[in-house]
């Protein structure tokens, strides 16, 4: 199979507009001519090996950053947007959308919002009367969502945080005691409760509130989540300031993200994490027990070491609850979890639920042909009593099949087996598969055809 060609326009205009500097001076430094520049930054012309030199050698580019990562993110988004029958028989091809992840991100990302914004007012109009009994109707994108949003498409890495933390961390001692330290030079005095909070940081009497039922992994994420706010505050509101949200309300949900990342980043420091997790290869156990955190803080944190120049294997990570909704989602890989509706049925995270306390194993393929090594786990977080509510999900981590070897999990599996791999999709409106004995809806971009004498396990044949 011939190498696939390298098209990177956006990223190179990007690349140049950073750096301040006129095409002339950029086909200069790269080597080429100014035609040339600019058929490659229109997409016109693949980016040859030289010039993907060229960037490593004269601005330290990470070459792996050139990559259609983001691009196909957008594709895979703009697909599920466009399955809406809002716009009926006017989808565009595939290869359409395609040129428009790759050469106008922005307009998709316009688009997405403007797509969410017409569902949000749907959603409102279809409980109307809800509606009118609220002063604010105004309609606006869910804040959750944009942040959800700002974490995906900084492929959940946020580098001056992730720094900061690691350097809090660079003392040596475990998070808990560097956390405790923190707030006593605040004169903040800490307290366990029994009760149902959490965390409660007192202002009156400079006393921070941590739950006593809460295991010892969650009390440091948690006192490690307010020395982010004491301690970093002017890094969090940067970089606030820099992703420029829409609402108050998306700012401050941002801003819990943001002390939450520096969290995990101070509990597992990225540097010495990335080696231990190298070094166990990728047990998820064995590094919750070696940094003192839960599972799911691990996996995680996995899927965020992405930073330029050193980055982990790139995994995708979700979280869902007993009804198949997603409740986190991040993918380095070229894996995209559906944004509206539920997951697909046949991914083994939503079997984790039948065996709970126990991993899973699956050998997956989407229908675009990539293979994934995906891990999952049903998590269950009791109240603390016995009348207390018990949470209970699944978590799910994954891989591209070439980076499962790096896992201890993929032990003892045939990954040269075609008939190891399990067809999975991402929801059923964009998943071309006609054989699928899941499917709830018909594909997008396939006609139907409908023979009232004739059955297998769909009501129709899809053509």
Known sequence: MPPQKLYAGAKLRETRNQLGLTQKDFATKLGVSL??????????????????LALAREFGMDVTELSAGDS????????????????????????????????????????????????????????????????????????????????????????????????FAAQGRDALSLATEALARRKITLRYSSGRILRHLDHDTNTLEISAKATRATQAFQMLHQVALLTQNDLLEATLDLARFQSDESRAIAKIGLANYFAGAALMPYRRFQEAASATR??????????????????????????????????????VDQAGTITKRHSATRLQFARFGGACPLWNVHRAFETPGRFLRQLAETPDGVRYFCLALAVT???????????????????????????????????????????????????????????????????????????????????
């Open 381 to 463: 977080k009791g109240g603390g009593a016995f009348h207390a509510p018990v949470r209970r999900y699944a978590i799910g981590l994954g891989c591209e099949i070439d980076h499962a070897g790096a896992l201890v999990y993929a032990d003892g599996m045939d990954l040269g087996r075609e008939a190891s791999f399990e067809p999975i999709g991402i929801s059923c409106r964009i998943c071309e598969r006609d054989t699928c004995h899941q499917r709830s809806v018909p594909p997008l971009e396939r006609r139907l055809k409908v023979d009232h004498d004739f059955r297998e396990l769909l009501p129709y044949r899809i053509e």
């Open 35 to 52: 035609p040339y520049l600019n058929q490659m930054e229109n997409n016109n012309r693949p980016l040859s090996t030289a010039v993907v």
């Open 282 to 319: 990728h047990d998820l156990e064995a590094l919750a027990d070696q940094f003192g955190a839960s599972i799911e803080q691990v996996a995680h944190r996995l899927s965020t070491l992405q930073r330029p120049g050193l980055k982990g294997v790139p995994f995708f990570f979700v979280r």
């Open 72 to 167: 196909e993110r957008l594709v895979s988004d703009l697909r599920e947007a466009f399955a809406d029958p809002l716009f009926g028989k006017t989808t565009p091809a595939l290869p359409d959308l395609r040129l428009v992840g790759a050469n106008a991100p922005g307009f998709a990302r316009a688009f997405l919002d403007l797509h969410r914004a017409y569902r949000q007012a749907q959603e409102q109009l279809a409980s109307l009367d809800e509606a009118l009994g609220r002063e604010d109707t105004t309609l606006r994108l869910s804040p959750w969502e944009e942040v959800r949003d700002f974490f995906h498409y900084c492929d959940n890495y946020i580098d001056p945080v992730d720094r900061a933390a690691e350097h």
